[in-house]
């Protein structure tokens, strides 16, 4: 069984940065990531990390450059730091783990199959 609780969520202004944690447990992780839902629209994939020891991260053309992820095997917590926030970015964020070593791209929100509450990010203009 696998567990995902998010943290770090907010209302912060245009341009400003927010740092979202997911503390994970559980065993046979494939990876974790980060997938956002707007109000009225469909689940987008943010950003994503692989539990091998080469740590393969992957970002949504929307957010790279801004967002990056990382993990801490101490605590078994990874994080997506947010940077140059925009109105576009508000959305409910989810923290999500792939238990399928399939080798792909942790991509698809659809190939996910344990997911955590969510956490609100809400950025004004």
């Known amino acids: 069984q696998v567990q995902l609780v998010e943290s770090g969520g907010g209302l912060v202004q245009a341009g400003g940065s927010l740092r979202l944690s997911c503390a994970v447990s559980?065993?046979?992780?494939?990876?974790v990531g980060w997938i956002r839902q707007a109000p009225g629209k469909e689940r987008e994939f943010a950003a994503a990390i692989t539990f091998s020891w080469a740590g393969d991260t992957f970002y949504a053309d929307s957010v790279k450059g801004r967002f990056t992820i990382s993990r801490e095997n101490a605590n078994n917590t990874v994080y997506l730091q947010m940077n140059s926030l925009t109105p576009e970015d508000t959305a409910v964020y989810f923290c999500?783990?792939?238990?399928?070593?399939?080798?792909?791209?942790?991509?698809?929100?659809?190939?996910?199959?344990?997911w955590g509450q969510g956490t609100q990010v809400t950025v004004s203009s």
């Open positions: 559980g065993l046979n992780i494939y990876g």
């Open positions: 999500a783990a792939d238990t399928v070593f399939s080798g792909k791209p942790l991509i698809n929100p659809d190939e996910y199959d344990y």
